[in-house]
């Protein structure tokens, strides 16, 4: 696994090294022109890319985050801040970066992060990520959401989605398998242009208060 990892901070950057999975190559890269030409280069495949967002520069880097999530649809973003914002990760969440940590994350749990991640979930805390999705959509000043393409078994889905269910909890509502719901799931992303589960949810929450 090739992890891009944008951190101006030594003693952050050597705690990474102590504490990602076993191979795994990290290359490191110093503010954002670095971490897209790293990106851009053909001749490397990063699976990861993780960002330390440090005080002084956080408001700005957390635009850049967003910025290269619209540059690298298909890249797994992982936000590492060093202050407590609702606010900023909101704005992050909102365009679909994959889960946000504590700089100082332990191994073990570092580890969980990437497999909960790579299974198509969003890491953040579940309660966290529940008070996300209960919040007004206003602030994100995102566009309605189409789904006039939605069958009436996905727009089930996403009126769960909506209401902050996992994908277990999905299953057992409509008796269905975890493995039908994330199939619905993909199947919605396409349709609806989101792209992500917090996406989905936040977007068809307004929606749902309207129709």
């Avoid at 696994?1 to 504490?19: F, P």
């Avoid at 897209?36 to 880097?61: K, W």
């Avoid at 606010?87 to 679909?96: I, T």
Wanted: hydrophobic share 45%; proline share 2%.
């Amino acid at each position: 696994m090739k992890i891009l990892c944008w951190n101006t901070d030594e003693a952050v950057w050597q705690h990474w090294l102590k504490v990602v999975p076993k191979g795994a190559e990290l290359v490191k890269v110093m503010n954002l022109e670095e971490a897209q030409q790293a990106l851009s280069t053909s001749n490397q495949t990063f699976h990861y890319c993780f960002v330390f967002l440090a005080d002084v520069t956080f408001s700005q880097q957390v635009e850049d985050v967003v910025l290269l999530r619209s540059q690298f649809a298909s890249l797994k973003l992982l936000v590492f801040p060093n202050q407590a914002s609702q606010q900023a990760a909101l704005r992050m969440f909102s365009v679909g970066v994959n889960g946000q940590c504590a700089p100082y994350i332990g191994q073990e749990q570092l580890s969980l992060v990437i497999s909960v991640i790579d299974s198509g979930e969003i890491w953040g805390g579940k309660a966290f990520i529940q008070q996300l999705i209960s919040q007004s959509t206003e602030q994100l000043n995102e566009p309605s959401l189409d789904m006039s393409e939605l069958s009436e078994r996905e727009m089930d889905v996403v009126r769960l989605v909506a209401s902050g269910l996992s994908n277990k909890q999905v299953a057992h509502e409509m008796a269905i398998t975890e493995r039908t719901v994330k199939a619905h799931l993909t199947s919605i992303y396409k349709k609806t242009d989101t792209g992500d589960r917090l996406t989905l949810a936040l977007k068809a929450k307004s929606y749902l208060m309207v129709h």
